[in-house]
Structure formats: structure tokens, C-alpha cells
């Protein structure tokens, strides 16, 4: 069981309060498909990621980038329970999708990046460290249905 | 993969892309190194084990000092990458036998950095900034291995 902290806790609910969804999910997912050129791999059936520009007005890549920031939220509702909460989502990756479990650590680091640049000074270590925190057992609840 | 292998696969663009960026973070570079390796501390408490014989408080003059240090090493290497394991020569050495800093922590490191650049350039640290950037970065941690084993 992952233990928080009142402070971690109240910290997650910040950063995703003043979230723009529909902006930083778009942003964080085109983010990895340019920085991690490979995970686009995945999204062969979303038309035009042949540059960076392409990838970042691609609207079929915008679309998912905001489903996976809702479900992001879906986490930062249930903290204590997120093995359960993602449970779903893990046998849908391995099994529908067969996407490597290595790449939500990817698409996880772009996302972080995406908030610092949006926060900017006021995203400190101790922010970032709850966040990636946070990240990480997202990431690890989606792995964990793998077999 | 040799590093010069892995300096070899930026293009031109992202190399002068490269050395702009670091060449305008070098006024700052106490403040961008020092917070990267305070992002480190908080996000990594392992790596705080390196610096048991130093005082790494926020702001204090052995953690700006050293943050210098860093950024300043960087950047040299970023005005030319290709050249980067003839630059990169001494701290090879020092890195392989006195220091011994586990490379896995090279990689923690590098992403405290982009973390600061992205809080530090806002909107500038574009997809594309970032890209060369970690791929810089990553050619740096190699280089500075190499004499490792």
C-alpha cells in the first residue's frame, strides 16, 4: 500500500486543479511522440506524425492526449486505490493494445516536463518529487496486469 | 553504442540548437545546477549519498559552487559535440576512479536538468529543445562512463 502524505496529497490535488486538461494532455503525449520517436509505434492509425510540427497539430493525437489526462484524474480521485482504479486499463495495454509497459514511464517524464514548464518556478523539488511520486504508481498500476 | 556514436546522431540543427541554449544559460549557471541537483536530492534521496562531505542546503555555497561547476562542464561540451571525449578527457578520469558516482544516477540527473530547464524556459523548451537536449545529455553521461570499466 503506498502511503501519502498530507502534504504529498494536498500537493497532487494543486497541480491537477490548475491544470488546463485539454491543453496539457495534448501537450505531454506529442511531447513523447517527438522526444521518443519509437512510441509512435503505437499510433500508426492516427494519420500524419512525419515531423514534429505534424505531431503537434494532429488532432487525433490532441483527442488522446486529453482522454489520458481525464484518466489522470480518475488517479488523483482515488490515491489510495490506485492498483484497483487502473486495473482496467493495465488488461486493455497488455492485452488489446500490447504496448510495452517501459513506455508509461516515457509519456510520465514528458508530462512532468509539460507542468514545470507550465508552473515554472512555483513547480519546486519537493512539487516535482510528489508528482513523479505520484506518476510512478500510476505507471506501476498499469503495468501491473501484465502476464 | 559508442558515445561518439551517440554524439554523431544529433544533426546540425539540434547541435547549434544545443550550444545556443547553453550558451545563454551560462550567466545563470549556478542557479540552473543547483536546482537541478536539489530536484535530485528531493526526487532521489539515494544520490544525496554522494554528497555526504558537502553542505547541499538550498542556496548554500557548496551547492551553488558545485551546480556551477556542472552547467559550466555542459555547456563547454555543448560549443562542440563532436570533440566531446577529448573535452570530456580529465572528467573521465576523475569520474572512473575518484569519484565512482554509479552511472544509473547520470540519467536521474539529466532528467532533474530537463525538469529545470523546462521550469526555467517555459514555452522555449520546445519538443524539439527537449529532444536534442536529452539526447545531449545522454551522450554526456556515456562520455563521462567511458573509462569506467
Not at chain 1, 61 to 72: C, P, R, S, T, W
Not at chain 1, 84 to 102: G, I, Q, R, W
Not at chain 2, 69 to 80: C, M, N, P, S, W
Not at chain 2, 119 to 124: T, V
Request: aromatic share 8%; hydrophobic share 45%.
Amino acid at each position: 500500500m503506498v502511503e501519502w502524505t498530507e502534504c504529498e496529497r494536498a500537493t497532487i490535488k494543486d497541480i491537477f486543479a490548475k491544470l488546463d486538461y485539454d491543453s496539457v494532455g495534448p501537450a505531454a503525449l506529442s511531447r513523447c511522440l517527438v522526444v521518443y520517436p519509437w512510441t509512435q509505434r503505437y499510433f500508426s492509425k492516427f494519420g500524419n506524425l512525419y515531423n514534429a510540427a505534424a505531431i503537434m497539430g494532429n488532432p487525433n493525437v490532441a483527442k488522446h492526449g486529453k482522454i489520458i489526462l481525464h484518466d489522470l484524474e480518475r488517479g488523483v480521485k482515488n490515491m489510495d486505490n490506485l492498483k484497483e482504479t487502473y486495473a482496467d486499463l493495465s488488461v486493455l495495454h497488455s492485452e488489446k493494445l500490447h504496448v510495452d509497459p517501459d513506455n508509461f514511464k516515457l509519456i510520465s517524464d514528458c508530462l512532468t516536463i509539460v507542468v514545470a514548464a507550465q508552473m515554472g518556478k512555483t513547480f519546486t523539488g519537493e512539487v516535482q518529487a510528489a508528482l513523479q511520486k505520484f506518476l510512478a504508481v500510476v505507471v506501476s498500476s498499469l503495468g501491473r496486469q501484465y502476464h | 553504442m559508442g558515445p561518439a556514436r551517440q554524439a554523431a546522431m544529433l544533426s546540425k540543427k539540434e547541435k547549434e540548437l544545443i550550444a545556443d541554449i547553453w550558451e545563454s544559460l551560462t550567466p545563470v549557471a549556478e542557479d540552473i545546477g543547483a536546482d537541478a541537483l536539489l530536484r535530485m536530492f528531493a526526487s532521489y534521496p539515494g544520490t544525496k549519498t554522494y554528497f555526504s562531505h558537502l553542505d547541499i542546503s538550498p542556496r548554500s555555497a557548496h551547492l551553488l559552487s558545485h551546480g556551477k561547476k556542472i552547467v559550466l562542464a555542459i555547456a563547454e561540451g555543448a560549443q562542440d559535440i563532436g570533440q566531446l571525449t577529448v573535452t570530456l578527457a580529465p572528467l573521465q578520469t576523475l569520474h572512473a576512479y575518484q569519484l565512482r558516482i554509479d552511472p544509473t544516477n547520470f540519467k536521474l540527473f539529466s532528467h532533474c536538468m530537463l525538469v529545470a530547464l523546462a521550469c526555467h524556459m517555459g514555452e522555449d523548451f520546445t519538443p524539439v529543445a527537449h529532444a536534442a537536449m536529452d539526447k545531449y545529455l545522454s551522450a554526456f553521461a556515456a562520455v563521462l562512463s567511458e573509462k569506467y570499466r
